[in-house]
């Protein structure tokens, strides 16, 4: 069964580096997200990406965070300063439409010490 | 005002129990709905749609109602496997977009 995958599986950095998450979304699908939980917190939206451009962002996806289809396979996301509060769990996600439900990754869990 | 609330719980409940989770959403224009399970440090997996005329899956009951922007989960039959946390997760339509909005989840122990 396909799935989406995501590299690495834990990543730790210090405060004011950047780092990239990287996804592979399921191959027929065409909209793709990343969602962030910090720990025992609810997840919550980053972004969404639809032929090659943003879709939605939303007010945590600020100017320190981008994202990028380099190729046909891998979806990344980009954290240019990293600060402390940035620690969690990223998940990257992947849907065949726009209504159609969403599979996850297995996340990076990213901390910024 | 959170866009989807559920009870944070916890619920504990005996093997072989039925146990309900309910959701409440804000927003009207919502279309799609489901939930999702997420074990302990592991990524929410899709559990069931929810639709409008309510749909079952085995053990798993999910209802929607759409006047009361109101989401249930019912599980029979509790398993020792069931024991995770349930996730009810809500659409906010937009072109192009279809980002989804999470409650905080339910946590649930199946006690054998």
């Known amino acids: 069964e396909p799935e989406v995958t995501q590299t690495p599986s834990h990543q730790v950095t210090q405060m004011g580096q950047e780092v990239i998450l990287r996804c592979v979304p399921i191959s027929n699908h065409l909209y793709f997200y990343w969602y962030r939980q910090i720990l025992g917190q609810k997840v919550e939206f980053l972004v969404s990406f639809y032929n090659n451009e943003i879709s939605e962002k939303s007010e945590i996806f600020d100017d320190q965070f981008s994202v990028e289809r380099p190729d046909g396979s891998n979806f990344t996301l980009k954290i240019r300063s990293t600060k402390l509060e940035d620690s969690a769990m990223y998940f990257c996600?992947?849907?065949?439409?726009?209504?159609?439900?969403?599979?996850f990754g297995p996340g990076t869990r990213l901390t910024v010490l | 005002r959170k866009e989807v609330e559920q009870d944070p719980g916890p619920f504990n409940v005996p093997e072989g129990a039925t146990v309900a989770f309910n959701c409440t959403y804000s927003n009207s224009a919502s279309q799609s709905f489901f939930w999702y399970r997420q074990d302990c440090r592991k990524e929410p997996k899709l559990l069931m749609s929810v639709y409008s005329s309510g749909n079952e899956d085995g053990r798993f009951t999910a209802q929607l109602n759409r006047a009361s922007q109101y989401i249930s989960l019912l599980i029979r039959d509790s398993k020792l496997s069931d024991s995770a946390t349930y996730l009810c997760?809500?659409?906010?339509?937009?072109?192009?977009?279809?980002?989804?909005?999470f409650g905080t989840g339910t946590r649930l122990t199946v006690i054998p």
């Open positions: 996600a992947s849907s065949r439409t726009s209504y159609n439900e969403q599979f």
């Open positions: 997760v809500v659409n906010y339509p937009r072109d192009g977009a279809n980002n989804l909005f």
